[in-house]
């Protein structure tokens, strides 16, 4: 296969697909990587109809989890650029392994975010999990590329005088999860606002940024409506459609009556 192209998204293992580019040529890889928890895609949690939410979750075994989180960010550190940075989002259960992956290939953490999201599980026996961890990495902190103004003004204040920037940069981002009621969807996805909360404080307009878990496609989408260039990876045939029909249609989201069409151009504004 020739050497992938940006702007493109291809059905295949990210790390054949990741094997296939240069090297450092990715500015900026935001992904959201398979749990390892057997999660069961088609659940009917949050009043989700499971006839909306397309087949094909790929889990990964507990066993091998570590060996795959190694064998996917050593790829992944070599195509990043050194000004470059890199967003991983995991759950509790398996975090050890990406941390000890993370450390053991050379990545530098910056931060250690927490996703807080409006609500999770019922549980009967233990706390409600009802946030994500991220870490935000680099190759070389001294070259990363980090737009501090990108969302606020220094001098930006809220209605009772405290720095909106401030806020904006707390390493706890309260950000609600989307539930596209009516329409299709994959079991697991990033809110828009995340998405681009990340692009604006690391990427700027015509900067590559690489999704290795494609997924529903939401990284790609919010790129490219964002104006960057985007690329990902995706080995779930129906989800690989459904994220290639969005970027080509140019939508957010699609209706699971066909005959209603696709809608909603997604407001970045």
Same mark, same amino acid.
């Given at each position: 296969?020739?050497? *992938?192209?940006?702007?493109? !998204?291809?059905?295949?293992?990210?790390?054949?697909?990741?094997?296939?580019?240069?090297?450092?040529?990715?500015?900026?890889?935001?992904?959201?990587?398979?749990?390892?928890?057997?999660?069961?895609?088609?659940?009917?949690?949050?009043?989700?109809?499971?006839?909306?939410?397309?087949? +094909?979750?790929?889990? !990964?075994?507990?066993?091998?989890?570590?060996?795959?989180?190694?064998? #996917?960010?050593?790829?992944?550190?070599?195509?990043?650029?050194?000004?470059?940075?890199?967003?991983?989002?995991? +759950? #509790?259960?398996?975090? /050890?392994?990406?941390?000890?992956?993370?450390?053991?290939? +050379?990545?530098?953490? *910056?931060?250690?975010?927490?996703?807080?999201?409006?609500?999770?599980?019922?549980?009967?026996? @233990?706390? *409600?999990?009802?946030?994500?961890?991220?870490?935000?990495?680099?190759?070389?902190?001294?070259? /990363?590329?980090?737009?501090?103004?990108?969302?606020?003004?220094?001098?930006? /204040?809220?209605?009772?005088?405290?720095?909106? @920037?401030?806020?904006?940069?707390?390493?706890? #981002?309260?950000?609600?999860?989307?539930?596209?009621? +009516?329409?299709?969807?994959t079991p697991t996805k990033l809110p828009a606002e995340l998405v681009k909360k990340i692009l604006q404080y690391s990427s700027r307009e015509g900067d590559l940024v690489l999704d290795p878990f494609l997924g529903s496609g939401q990284v790609a989408v919010v790129a490219k409506q964002m104006g960057r260039q985007y690329l990902?990876?995706?080995? *779930?045939?129906?989800?690989?459609?459904?994220?290639?029909?969005?970027?080509?249609?140019?939508?957010?989201?699609?209706?699971?009556?066909?005959?209603?069409?696709?809608?909603?151009?997604?407001?970045?504004?």
């Amino acid at each position: 296969m020739e050497i *992938v192209q940006p702007n493109h !998204i291809y059905l295949m293992d990210c790390r054949e697909g990741m094997r296939l580019m240069p090297e450092a040529c990715v500015d900026l890889i935001v992904t959201d990587p398979p749990f390892a928890i057997e999660f069961s895609a088609k659940r009917s949690n949050y009043n989700r109809k499971a006839g909306r939410v397309l087949d +094909g979750y790929n889990e !990964i075994p507990q066993q091998e989890y570590y060996e795959f989180t190694l064998s #996917w960010m050593q790829e992944a550190y070599r195509v990043l650029k050194e000004t470059g940075s890199m967003y991983v989002f995991s +759950g #509790w259960n398996n975090l /050890r392994d990406i941390l000890n992956a993370l450390e053991e290939i +050379g990545f530098i953490t *910056v931060n250690h975010i927490i996703w807080k999201y409006q609500f999770g599980v019922f549980t009967k026996r @233990r706390f *409600v999990s009802s946030h994500y961890h991220c870490l935000y990495v680099c190759k070389d902190d001294s070259q /990363r590329r980090f737009y501090t103004e990108s969302r606020y003004p220094a001098d930006a /204040r809220d209605t009772e005088g405290r720095s909106l @920037r401030y806020q904006d940069m707390e390493d706890v #981002w309260v950000i609600p999860r989307e539930y596209w009621n +009516g329409d299709f969807k994959t079991p697991t996805k990033l809110p828009a606002e995340l998405v681009k909360k990340i692009l604006q404080y690391s990427s700027r307009e015509g900067d590559l940024v690489l999704d290795p878990f494609l997924g529903s496609g939401q990284v790609a989408v919010v790129a490219k409506q964002m104006g960057r260039q985007y690329l990902g990876f995706e080995i *779930v045939p129906e989800y690989y459609e459904f994220a290639q029909r969005r970027l080509e249609e140019g939508v957010y989201r699609i209706k699971a009556t066909e005959s209603d069409g696709a809608e909603l151009t997604l407001p970045l504004d």
